[in-house]
């Protein structure tokens, strides 16, 4: 549950990392269906895109990183905010390594 802060640009930051882990979870599903796809039909080209489509993740835990480290540096967060960015983080680089 995020709480509301006095800072209304803090809580876009935080609902921006909330949205991008969703997307890229959303699209490491969307990877997963298509590799599964792939290997039952035997179809190279389909397991080709899966494996060009990794690099959206591969920019998504970048972008994430990025923004995470600068919010840390920013707002310097405490106790529940702190938590939720660096689970931020750690979602991201799991998601990409599902991709």
């Known amino acids: ?13 935080l609902k921006y990392l909330s949205k991008r882990i969703a997307a890229m979870g959303g699209h490491a599903e969307r990877m997963v269906e298509q590799a599964i796809a792939a290997l039952v039909n035997a179809d190279p080209g ?19 990183d990025d923004k995470a480290i600068v919010i840390i540096a920013k707002r310097q967060p405490m106790a529940t905010d702190l938590r939720e960015i660096v689970g931020a983080i750690r979602i991201s680089a799991d998601l990409e390594r599902v991709g």
């Open 1 to 13: 549950m995020q709480s509301v802060h006095i800072v209304s640009a803090y809580d876009e930051e």
């Open 46 to 64: 389909l397991a080709q895109k899966v494996i060009r489509d990794d690099l959206v993740l591969d920019e998504g835990q970048r972008d994430i």
